[in-house]
């Protein structure tokens, strides 16, 4: 029994290619590229109530977006003995006929081609925020000693 030739770094074919729209630090690159290091903070929120209302929010107060990643240090063995990765590439080519993408954003990548090293980061916070009614007690229970604008 023969093995197939192992071919590391193959070219691509696409006969065609098309994207809608590309936005928010999205890459569309047809080609190769060494190293590409994307990143992406993003603060996603949601308010019943209209900003000049309820405040600005700031990036600060999310500890998401200061965090370290976690290490493979933290598991039992080391990080050599968790992933193992063996690739065969059986062709020198990877032909694609027709790739129709309707829309790529927040730091993701469209690529045709080799690349050696990526480290993409997103970091996304989504928060929903809604108006706080009024606190109404309970029935039977005492109206607190408040002041009366609050009920107004």
């Known amino acids: 029994m023969t093995f197939p030739l192992d071919y ?3 070219t ?9 729209s590309a936005s928010g630090a999205a890459i569309v690159q047809l080609g190769d590229r060494g190293q590409s290091t994307p990143k992406l903070r993003a603060l996603a929120l949601q308010r019943e109530i209209g900003h000049d209302q309820a405040g600005d929010v700031y990036f600060e107060s999310y500890d998401l ?5 976690p290490s493979f240090d ?8 968790i992933i193992h990765t ?14 129709y993408i309707i829309a790529i ?18 970091r996304i916070k989504h928060i929903r ?24």
């Open 129 to 152: 925020q809604f108006k706080r009614p009024i606190p109404v007690p309970g029935i039977g229970c005492p109206l607190p000693p408040v002041k009366p604008a609050l009920y107004r």
């Open 12 to 20: 691509a074919e696409v006969g065609v290619l098309t994207i809608v």
């Open 74 to 81: 933290n598991f039992d063995g080391s990080a050599k003995d």
């Open 65 to 69: 977006y200061t965090q370290s990643f």
């Open 105 to 122: 954003g927040s730091s993701s990548s469209v690529q045709a081609g080799n690349a050696m090293e990526t480290i993409a980061e997103s």
């Open 86 to 99: 063996k690739r065969t590439n059986h062709c020198p080519r990877i032909v694609v006929g027709c790739v």
């Open 8 to 10: 590391p770094i193959r």
